[in-house]
């Protein structure tokens, strides 16, 4: 599970920027080659089950809770099992309804809800008012909840009538609508969570096309179909079974041979050549998901900014994204990519790749060799990335004690228990703008890597959610992204691909803008 501290450190000291780089990138076209030509490795496919969809998935969740879950990954897992108030359009994050038919600010402190009529949770439980309020009120006041910074603006919620919900605001947020469409506004039963004692971690009940049926930790997580799901027509699939293949290629293998159906997190550098087989389709892309590195700036060495610009300034993000991504991914020195809305091309500079600047900051802070402790995820690819940053680090003075582990475990690790001052990881996507820096950056939020507040950053997280037009919060944004990015609070990497490899026996597969994959429309060809 994890890396020898000694390995890391070795590599750190003894890797040549040039031939490692190359090292890597024929490590990974000769594991492509593998994959498709020889099958045989693989074994025998397993018999085709109609009815059955099977996807190999390279995480475990962190939980089965939408707010208690403290990986991004665990998206994948929530959507079979909870609908959410608000859905979004896959091409462009735009809202649309969902289990609320419309929403109206009825001024701009107040926000009322319509609900979808004649919803039932998968127990039975009706998904009404009081239900949705039972649910808002634990997402923002439950001692357990990871996502209170997403519902920070409400002030109250109260059900107004059987299927109609006003939500009171301590100030302006047009943001909630699409907020809505994530973690905070999936729907789970009152019943089941007060029967678990306030706990579904292992024990889900939502309002989604598939209800749960069993999860092996580090195996499968399996699902049902939900015949009383308001929309008839979903799931397209009888039985969903989440597949965890934790070495990505593994699960690519297994798609090639038959022995799954989909396989998400495909690495970029296997994509021509899963393309050219003519076993699988390939879907390639572009999304949010943005590669970075969470920095406990609270303590040394990176509660000196300049420290902290140097670990940035070190990085040459275009020799790493053809490293590690083959160069399809997009260098990232913001937030948002250069096609987002929110994307401000002035911002672009401050952190771009500046060795000489490096090292005079380096000894500016009277500290020209650094050392760190960090940690990352344990599949190949992250061990990929962590080798290449290494090297870039080592060349302006920085060495590091590495380690990695599982993504539930590395998250805790670093955010729970600080035991290490950086962690190679990411940020996956939200269907709303403001909702990523208010994950980093807010006060409160967990995920704050030096859970210190940043000054200036909680007005301009304010601002941001406030306009009411998106001139006024790609403004507000940019107020935010700057003072995080001259702060240098975090290292932006590259932002993703996504790309997701499925066999021919599928159909109604559709990616979308946030790369977190939804399987309600698949079914088997002919049925």
Avoid at 266 to 284: C, D, H, N, T
Avoid at 309 to 323: C, G, Q, S
Wanted: glycine share 8%; charged share 20%.
């Amino acid at each position: 599970m994890t890396h020898g501290d000694e390995a890391a450190a070795s590599l750190a000291d003894t890797a040549r920027p040039s031939y490692r780089r190359r090292q890597l990138m024929g490590a990974s076209l000769a594991g492509v080659g593998s994959l498709v030509f020889d099958l045989a490795a693989s074994g025998q496919a397993q018999a085709q089950q109609p009815g059955v969809l099977r996807v190999a998935i390279n995480l475990n969740p962190s939980t089965l809770d939408p707010i208690t879950g403290r990986s991004g990954g665990d998206h994948q897992f929530l959507y079979p099992l909870y609908d959410t108030l608000v859905q979004w359009n896959p091409r462009t994050l735009e809202p649309q309804p969902g289990l609320a038919l419309s929403w109206t600010y009825k001024d701009d402190n107040t926000l009322v809800l319509v609900l979808r009529p004649s919803v039932i949770f998968h127990d039975g439980t009706p998904c009404d008012a009081e239900a949705v309020k039972f649910n808002l009120d634990r997402a923002r006041l439950d001692p357990k909840s990871n996502i209170k910074v997403d519902l920070s603006t409400l002030e109250s919620v109260e059900a107004s009538g059987a299927l109609t919900v006003t939500i009171k605001l301590k100030t302006p947020d047009r943001s909630l609508p699409q907020i809505f469409s994530d973690r905070a506004g999936m729907m789970a039963s009152p019943t089941a969570i007060k029967a678990g004692g306030g706990s579904i971690d292992r024990a889900p009940v939502g309002a989604g096309p598939w209800k749960f049926i069993k999860w092996e930790d580090g195996s499968i997580v399996g699902y049902e179909a939900f015949a009383n799901h308001w929309n008839k027509g979903l799931p397209k699939t009888d039985r969903l079974e989440m597949r965890v293949i934790t070495d990505t290629s593994s699960g690519v293998r297994s798609v090639l041979a038959g022995e799954n159906d989909l396989v998400v997190a495909v690495p970029p550098v296997q994509k021509l050549s899963l393309e050219r087989s003519g076993k699988i389709k390939v879907f390639a892309t572009p999304s949010l998901y943005l590669h970075m590195i969470y920095l406990d700036y609270s303590r040394p060495p990176f509660n000196d900014v300049r420290v902290r610009r140097a670990f940035n300034l070190a990085i040459d993000r275009v020799a790493y994204n053809k490293a590690t991504m083959a160069g399809l991914g997009e260098p990232a020195t913001t937030l948002y990519p250069k096609s987002y809305w929110p994307h401000d091309p002035s911002l672009t500079g401050i952190l771009a790749y500046d060795p000489d600047k490096a090292r005079a900051l380096l000894k500016q802070a009277g500290t020209p060799e650094i050392s760190f402790t960090g940690i990352a995820y344990a599949d190949q690819a992250a061990t990929q990335r962590v080798e290449v940053l290494l090297e870039m680090w080592r060349k302006v003075g920085f060495t590091a004690k590495m380690r990695s582990g599982a993504v539930a475990a590395a998250s805790d690790a670093f955010f729970f228990q600080r035991q290490v001052d950086v962690f190679l990881a990411a940020i996956t996507p939200r269907p709303d703008p403001s909702m990523v820096p208010g994950t980093l950056f807010g006060k409160t939020s967990p995920y704050n890597g030096g859970h210190l507040e940043i000054a200036g950053m909680e007005a301009a997280l304010t601002a941001s959610r406030s306009g009411t037009t998106q001139a006024e919060r790609k403004l507000a944004l940019s107020k935010v992204q700057r003072i995080a990015i001259e702060e240098a609070v975090f290292v932006p990497l590259l932002f993703d691909v996504s790309v997701i490899a499925m066999n021919k026996r599928f159909t109604g597969f559709e990616p979308n803008l946030l790369g977190r994959p939804r399987f309600e429309q698949m079914a088997a060809n002919g049925k």
